[in-house]
């Protein structure tokens, strides 16, 4: 299985912070990356796929990139309805795994 | 509109199967490239992906959980069934079904998630 290591585990935010999450996969995926957004007691919502992707819908400030086995997922201006847990994802091969995900609250 | 609810029953005891049903509408599985996956979260922890169908009936299963999932479609009813077999208490979980996106392992419609609690 392919494992995703995602970092920080947790990150002190303010509003208007650009914030970085890094995910590294265990072997290479191409660009079969992608990112969600999940708040408490709902489902994750698809922000970025195919490792650059933005998903329709999805607010322009966040961005990812990366290919092989290093992403980023950044947001360049932290808004209030940020707040929530970020998972990465590859969908390169089964099983398509999960980071263990990345909580960022107000500092 | 595309959306997707999961329906299961709430509490499940150690041993049993257990029966997850995700109803869709606003797509069709029959129609040529769609699938629909099912994912699942602990309380507190990360999401794990479990298992895919495609619209021809091809299926992928996580290997750690291969031998005791069988997943199934009926086109006719816009319905997704996923069963699992012999659950224990860490079967514990939030069961999501999600449409894919793009790759069969992308998913960009979700539903909004069942609560299984396995006890006795």
């Known amino acids: 299985d392919i494992q995703m290591t995602q970092s920080p585990s947790s990150l002190s935010t303010s509003v208007g912070d650009r914030v970085t999450i890094t995910c590294r996969a265990s072997q290479t995926i191409g660009n079969y990356l992608n990112w969600y957004q999940q708040k408490p007691g709902k489902a994750p919502q698809l922000l970025i796929y195919?490792?650059?992707s933005l998903q329709s819908g999805a607010p322009s400030r966040f961005s990812g990139s990366g290919s092989g086995t290093d992403f980023t997922l950044t947001i360049s201006s932290l808004q209030p309805e940020d707040f929530a847990t970020y998972y990465c994802q590859q969908s390169h091969t089964n099983p398509y795994s999960f980071g263990q995900g990345t909580e960022l609250d107000i500092k | 509109q595309i959306t997707l609810r999961e329906s299961a029953p709430t509490l499940v005891k150690p041993t049993q199967t257990l029966t997850l049903t995700c109803s869709f509408s606003g797509f069709a599985l029959s129609t040529s490239g769609e699938a629909v996956g099912w994912i699942r979260q602990p309380p507190g922890k990360a999401l794990e992906w479990l298992a895919l169908?495609?619209?021809?009936?091809?299926?992928r299963y996580s290997p750690s959980l291969k031998d005791r999932l069988t997943i199934t479609k009926d086109t006719s009813k816009n319905q997704v069934v996923l069963t699992m077999a012999n659950v224990d208490p860490a079967d514990t979980a939030t069961y999501y079904c999600?449409?894919?996106?793009?790759?069969?392992?992308?998913?960009?419609?979700w539903g909004q998630g069942t609560l299984v609690t396995v006890s006795s």
């Open positions: 169908i495609y619209w021809d009936d091809d299926k």
């Open positions: 999600a449409r894919s996106f793009y790759t069969s392992g992308t998913y960009g419609y």
């Open positions: 195919a490792a650059t």
